[in-house]
């Protein structure tokens, strides 16, 4: 059953791209073009709704409720210039929903329970792009590459979408499972080869149209340094202990967003005046200042989470044995670090709280044929030593645990490091 909604999953997908790609040589569509991104929107919302995904189906409303607004009250605007201010706004501001979800959820949980959702914000974001470059492409440029090239602030919001396209492809948890590392760098290295090829092509029209800025060359430089920093076969691994392929591909995020920053401020702020200006500058300050606000709250609980393990027996008083019932998770806390305790077969299994695919809370799971099962995506460790199904590199922290005088006592042991990935609670910073 899974697998059948997985494919209704995809080919509702494959409605919306064929739609979007067939709009710019439509004149009907063009024409209603409006509501019939109101009607594609409602009708996904429905079939959300009949799935049992909420958070899905409201989206989609609140899209479709954006446009038919939007539409009544600039109603003098012609439908496609209406369409593709509002797509390209709506993904401007989605991006922004994706980038801040990360840093805010380690100060509040509310914003934690959005981490399951961030994806669909992202590939929502990545289709609304690409229907207002669609547009564009059409009524701006006549379908002519080079024409839109020869604009500066065009090649940043093409670059943008480039990578957006690359990270909505594969943000699929088949991708994440199954995909080995060896691959996922092979991957990165394609893409940036791709992006290496498309500057050397930009470039050579703008010197052919004798007008290159020169505040270009120090963008394109730092783009190109994140992405070796971050790269499987770069750097990475001598910044990160443990590496996920997955992860090193989709922070590339942060060059996509850098690139949307560009082609705003330079395409469309400085024409609307200081108040444009000011606004996208100040998102970007933003998102900056959260995610160092996130980096500094993560290196702190680093360095809690050392002395808990540096401590002389690492053993830890969490509950009274009575608190846990079979087959209901109970989360405890070791000096503010989540755990997720199960009471099974007469074991106290101990696992780290967070799923380390998208952060879910694992303490809500289930226990289902020997393997925790995540409530988000099904995510599974096993009750043993908390890795995954054979063949797939899933993995959380499993911790030791003994019960005396009535009470549940958790070891973390000394200098113990987390084998997997994005536990959060280990040196793995992953």
């Known amino acids: 059953m899974r697998f059948l909604r997985h494919h209704r999953i995809q080919v509702t997908l494959a409605v919306a791209l064929a739609f979007i790609l067939a709009t710019p040589f439509s004149a009907v569509l063009l024409a209603w073009l409006p509501w ?85 914000l992202g590939v929502t974001a990545f289709l609304l792009a690409l229907l207002h470059a669609n547009i564009v492409f059409n009524l701006y440029f006549g379908l002519d590459v080079v024409a839109m090239w020869q604009a500066v602030f065009t090649f940043f919001g093409t670059t943008a979408l480039f990578i957006m396209a690359v990270l909505a492809v594969t943000s699929w948890d088949w991708f994440q499972k199954h995909v080995p590392w060896k691959t996922w760098a092979v ?3 394609a893409v940036f080869i791709v992006y290496l090829i498309e500057i050397w ?12 800025p020169a505040w270009t ?32 591909l989709h922070v590339l995020v942060y060059v996509a967003y850098a690139s949307v920053v560009l082609h705003v401020y330079f ?30 709250r993560n290196w702190n609980e680093q360095g ?28 405890v806390d070791v000096n503010g670090f989540p755990i997720a305790l199960f009471l099974h077969e007469g074991r106290v299994l101990a696992f780290f709280g967070y799923c380390a695919h998208q952060k879910g809370p694992l303490w809500q799971g289930k226990i289902v044929q020997g393997f925790l099962t995540c409530p988000w995506h099904g995510w599974q460790y096993s009750v043993k030593d908390g890795k995954g199904p054979e063949g797939l590199h899933d993995q959380v922290p499993f911790y030791e645990t003994k019960v005396e ?12 490091e987390c084998k997997g990935y994005g536990c959060g609670a280990c040196s793995c910073r992953a």
């Not at 092509?201 to 290159?212: C, N, R």
């Not at 000011?278 to 970007?284: K, N, Y």
């Not at 027996?313 to 998770?329: K, M, N, R």
């Open 36 to 120: 019939s991104v109101v009607a594609l929107c409602l009708a996904a919302a429905a079939y959300a709704w009949w799935v049992r995904d909420r958070a899905d189906a409201w989206l989609a409303v609140s899209l479709a409720a954006i446009f038919v607004v939007g539409r009544l009250y600039f109603n003098a605007v012609d439908g496609p210039t209406f369409t593709l201010r509002a797509a390209a706004l709506t993904a401007y501001f989605m991006l922004h929903e994706v980038l801040l979800i990360g840093p805010w959820s380690r100060f509040s949980p509310r914003v934690r329970e959005w981490i399951k959702h961030r994806r669909h």
């Open 187 to 189: 991957v990165h290295a």
């Open 201 to 212: 092509i930009v470039t050579g029209i703008w010197k052919l149209a004798g007008d290159v």
């Open 217 to 248: 060359y120090p963008a394109f430089a730092t783009f190109i340094v994140f992405w070796v920093l971050v790269a499987p076969w770069g750097f990475a691994p001598r910044l990160f202990k443990v590496l996920n392929g997955w992860k090193q």
């Open 267 to 296: 395409g469309r702020a400085q024409v609307q005046g200081p108040w444009a200006e000011w606004t996208v500058l100040g998102l970007f300050a933003l998102v900056l200042g959260s995610h160092t606000a996130g980096w500094v």
């Open 304 to 331: 809690a989470w050392s002395v808990v393990r540096s401590a002389s027996d690492g053993w830890t008083d969490v509950c009274a044995i009575s608190d846990l019932q079979p087959g209901e998770g109970r989360r």
């Open 405 to 416: 005088g009535g009470r549940v006592f958790v070891r973390v042991e000394k200098g113990k």
